[in-house]
């Protein structure tokens, strides 16, 4: 590999389908396992500082919990994320391989597919909402910097005023340009991401600290739970929520697990970056929410519209570019990358991870983000459906590969359709596996369509566990006669395996 080339080493694979590889979808070499516990704590900081983890954060507070009872429920809910993180990053790590290619071990060559697309189209819809909410942020930036923008605001094309447009094909322009600058521009620019963002909101803190003292700290921001065990299901719902808020990234962590240098340093800048930074940054956001109540009279979650609120133009204008770095931040870790790499994998002889960011993000577009974002009807059907299904896809996935390959795959295997590969199944497809997810997804979606229409008492943030508890267990009952002993598989590294 040239030195100025913007590629990832990988690895070559003796015999690989073209229907199955290209450089982007092979195993990641070992002098392209680059990233440190740094950069997968950065990672996570361009997840987590968003405008919507804000939110998320600040919207905890407001069930009813005293504020330590919030910390433990978080504390609680973000060490579960951790945990199975770990797990469902571990294979990709150890094989270099990105989330398409590991889910082959449970669904086949060919029906992984399946998980790619639902996973694909889930990142596809929320990368256009997290771009149509930046593009907000740049107009209130416009509108501050030029007044009289403020007149293209008033017309209405498709959903959208001129002002808005433009907002919005510059921000979708702008991610374009360094999305598609490859995985290692994406890096250094998710490393610069999250920490800017927490200087800002640091600093914000400050303000309201120095606006309101510790005071406001005290208020109560809604009237506490009735009972003692109210109380408790409150907060274990807490913790539930937390994990069903990183539901994507428990799927497709592999995209990026499989750039890290060893087990240990994932394991740190998963620590540093989800139970450490989540926890700091939740406090920053009650600091700045409960200050919200004495500076302005109400709680605003909003921090686009705090710094609206302060009236200071320079604020407001450094205010905005950070939300706008910050939304961009988690675009890239939750919504772009791992469409790229599930369009790529459906046709990869002629798609590459450029090609399949480039068709993630014409998709994002016809998606008419800002009119589903309008309509809580759709955003429910959305989630209920798709939300649902990733469950069951993560327990699948997890209790195949550490229940029935015990941890010992045939990488040369993933990339083949013969017949005598071990992840041929069923002309490429495991209907077992198929099976699993038919049933704990309907499990899992009935559920949850039952509870938001009142028939059944909502599980709400349950479904997610629900789900993937249910695919692990059924997938488990109907592979029992798979299970592979260690013994019986080659060495899971490709013997053959040269740099490319």
Known sequence: ?????????????????????????????????????????????????SVGGYTFAASLFFLGLTGWQVLISMLVGILAVYGLMNLIGRPSLRYGIPYPVVARIAFGVMGANLAAVVRGIVGIVWYG?????????????????????????????????????????????????????????????IDFCGPVVYVVMMALAAWMLWQTGFSSLALPLRPPAATTAATIGTMANAAMLIVAYFAALLLNFGDFARFGRDEAAMRRGNFLGLPV??????????????GTLRV???????????????????????????????????????????????????????????LGGLITSILSVLACPWLFVASPQAITLFVSIFGAVLGPMFGIMVADYYLVHRQQVVVEDLY??????????????????????????????????????????????????????????????????????PASVRSGWPGSAAGR
């Open 277 to 290: 930074n989540f926890l700091v940054f939740s406090v920053i956001t009650v600091i700045v929410t409960a």
């Open 1 to 49: 590999m040239s030195s100025n080339s913007r590629r990832v080493p990988t690895l070559v694979i003796t015999g690989a389908h073209p229907r199955l590889i290209n450089e982007d979808l092979a195993p990641t070499a070992p002098a392209g396992r680059t990233w440190g516990a740094f950069s997968l704590f950065a990672m996570w900081m361009s997840d987590v500082h």
């Open 129 to 189: 909402a997290q771009t149509y909410f930046a593009s907000k942020a740049v107009e209130v930036l416009v509108v501050t910097l030029v007044p009289s923008s403020a007149r293209l605001t008033h017309d209405s094309i498709i959903g959208l005023s001129t002002l808005a447009w433009g907002s919005f094909l510059f921000m979708w322009l702008f991610q374009l340009v360094i999305f598609l600058s490859g995985m290692q521009r994406i890096r250094r620019f």
């Open 296 to 354: 302005f009279g109400t709680a605003i979650m909003d921090p686009v519209l705090i710094v609206s609120r302060i009236g200071n133009p320079v604020v407001v204008v450094i205010g905005s570019l950070t939300f706008i770095v910050a939304t961009m931040g988690i675009n890239i870790v939750a919504n772009f990358v791992s469409p790229a790499y599930d369009i790529a994998n459906l046709y990869p002889q002629r798609i590459n991870f450029r």
């Open 416 to 485: 083949t359709l013969s017949p005598d590969g071990a992840f041929y199944y069923d002309r490429g497809w495991n209907r077992r596996a198929l099976a699993a997810l038919g049933i704990a997804g309907l499990l899992s979606i009935g559920l949850a369509l039952l509870g938001a229409h009142g028939v059944i008492r909502d599980c709400g943030a349950w479904g997610w566990l629900i789900g993937a508890g249910a695919g692990a267990l059924v997938y488990r009952g109907l592979a029992g006669g798979l299970v592979m002993p």
